[in-house]
């Protein structure tokens, strides 16, 4: 949405702590409104199946319709996008919010924190957002006076990768370098030598004072 669009009064008065006072019956409603359109009896919907608008019957206990024609039981999300939803109805909403006063767009990061969900819940129901959206999207022409934003998408053209430039950081066999250090002790005193050569002779030479001498550890890093 548009910064423009944020600061008009109709959006002050429905605000993310307006949406967090609702209750579970005047968002299920709200849904219904949204679906089917206002009417004086809250079950007058439209069966999903044979696409016949009545007075269906009210289940309570399921939160669903059953059509009086055709039997169906069906729920304000049948045949929508959020059909066999996982999720309340509120944290639907709340997404639903969050997703359309967004400046810039929502990452499911921030959706999966805001609704208190895992992560491939919250980029799945994005992913429904923006297909439901892509499919529905009105493509007819403007006409009157028209205003248009620009923007640059993609942009920048990265330069071909050439082999011969490339950096190999990967730890291999060729590139690792093991440095082997040689720990002499005598009398307690440890001795550091950096070849097999030096350790020889520091032993022999140690030996010659003490009898007390330990075996030579390798330490790699």
Same mark, same amino acid.
């Given at each position: 949405?548009?910064?423009? /669009?944020?600061?008009?009064?109709?959006?002050?008065? /429905?605000?993310?702590?307006?949406?967090?006072?609702?209750?579970?019956?005047?968002?299920?409603?709200? /849904?219904?409104?949204?679906?089917?359109?206002?009417?004086?009896?809250?079950?007058?919907?439209?069966?999903?199946?044979?696409?016949?608008?009545?007075?269906?019957?009210?289940?309570? $206990?399921?939160?669903?319709?059953?059509?009086?024609?055709?039997?169906?039981? #069906?729920?304000?999300?049948?045949?929508?996008? /959020?059909?066999?939803?996982?999720?309340?109805?509120?944290?639907?909403?709340?997404?639903? #919010?969050?997703?359309?006063?967004? $400046?810039?767009?929502?990452?499911?990061?921030?959706?999966?924190?805001?609704?208190?969900?895992?992560?491939?819940?919250?980029?799945?129901?994005?992913?429904?957002?923006?297909?439901?959206?892509?499919?529905?999207?009105?493509?007819?022409?403007?006409?009157?006076?028209?205003?248009?934003?620009?923007?640059?998408?993609?942009?920048?053209?990265?330069?071909?990768? #050439?082999?011969?430039?490339?950096?190999?950081?990967?730890?291999?066999?060729?590139?690792?370098?093991?440095?082997?250090?040689?720990?002499? #002790? $005598?009398?307690?005193?440890?001795?550091?030598?950096?070849?097999?050569?030096?350790?020889?002779?520091?032993?022999?030479k140690l030996k010659k004072k003490t009898?007390?001498?330990?075996?030579?550890?390798?330490?790699?890093?």
């Amino acid at each position: 949405m548009l910064p423009q /669009f944020q600061q008009l009064s109709m959006l002050r008065k /429905f605000s993310l702590d307006e949406l967090a006072r609702l209750t579970d019956a005047e968002i299920l409603q709200l /849904f219904r409104t949204a679906r089917w359109g206002k009417s004086d009896n809250p079950n007058e919907v439209v069966c999903p199946q044979c696409g016949k608008r009545h007075i269906a019957y009210w289940i309570r $206990a399921r939160q669903q319709w059953q059509c009086k024609h055709c039997q169906r039981r #069906f729920s304000v999300t049948s045949g929508t996008v /959020f059909a066999n939803h996982k999720i309340s109805l509120r944290k639907i909403l709340i997404c639903l #919010f969050e997703f359309a006063i967004a $400046a810039k767009g929502i990452p499911a990061t921030r959706i999966a924190a805001i609704l208190g969900v895992q992560h491939k819940h919250a980029w799945a129901l994005l992913h429904k957002l923006r297909d439901t959206l892509n499919h529905n999207k009105d493509l007819s022409p403007l006409n009157g006076e028209v205003h248009i934003d620009g923007g640059y998408f993609n942009y920048y053209i990265r330069p071909k990768n #050439f082999k011969h430039k490339r950096i190999d950081r990967r730890p291999s066999e060729t590139n690792v370098r093991i440095n082997l250090v040689y720990w002499c #002790f $005598a009398k307690s005193l440890p001795t550091i030598t950096k070849s097999k050569a030096q350790t020889a002779l520091s032993l022999h030479k140690l030996k010659k004072k003490t009898h007390k001498i330990c075996l030579p550890s390798l330490v790699y890093w």
